[in-house]
């Protein structure tokens, strides 16, 4: 009788030889986008729930177009969807909450999962392909509109900078390109849809 050791199973030192350095770099990368080195762009056919309490920016442009176009992705999961362009300079935000959700593979089910700040979040500029928007209280000082092709609405530079009221969007795709700041994050997934 042959006794066949190890069958079914992997050893740790083996384990750890092939994932340790996957780790390493799926961290590294994730340090590289929080410290603002890296340029994240999150895509997904299924709507992402961004939601905040208020905060500023230092500029913002609103426009039309495709997610495609605005994320300047030819891959885009929803490239043909028409989305609201904004883009903003700057942008310090009270709090965030970031809900999308996501289809399992072979299974098909949408999983919710709910990421969420509740101190205060620096995203540096970012640009959302937005297909429903909510921006209470916005004050945007000297605004120009009707620049360049399609309809546009852009502000100024100046020194003061645009208020934000509560911000309830939902997005398919967005740019951080000079990554996030934040002090805190918690994060919950449930097969049931969450919301902010």
Request: include cysteine; hydrophobic fraction near 45%; glycine fraction near 14%.
């Amino acid at each position: 009788m042959t006794n066949v050791r190890g069958a079914g199973g992997v050893g740790l030192w083996r384990f750890l030889l092939v994932t340790g350095p996957a780790t390493v770099i799926s961290l590294g990368i994730g340090a590289l986008a929080v410290l603002g080195y890296v340029s994240v762009v999150i895509t997904s056919t299924q709507p992402i729930t961004m939601a905040s309490s208020g905060g500023t920016s230092d500029s913002m442009v609103l426009g039309v177009g495709t997610v495609g176009t605005i994320v300047e992705d030819d891959d885009a999961l929803a490239g043909d969807s028409a989305a609201a362009m904004v883009r903003m300079g700057t942008t310090h935000l009270d709090d965030l909450c970031l809900v999308p959700r996501v289809e399992l593979p072979l299974v098909g089910d949408l999983l919710s999962i709910r990421i969420r700040s509740a101190a205060p979040v620096t995203l540096g500029d970012v640009t959302l392909a937005a297909s429903g928007a909510r921006l209470g209280g916005l004050h945007t000082p000297r605004t120009t509109m009707g620049l360049g092709a399609g309809f546009e609405a852009r502000t100024e530079p100046g020194p003061d900078a645009i208020t934000l009221g509560d911000l309830d969007l939902e997005t398919h795709g967005i740019v951080l390109d000079g990554g996030l700041r934040l002090s805190s994050l918690g994060v919950r997934t449930s097969a049931k849809e969450l919301s902010c």
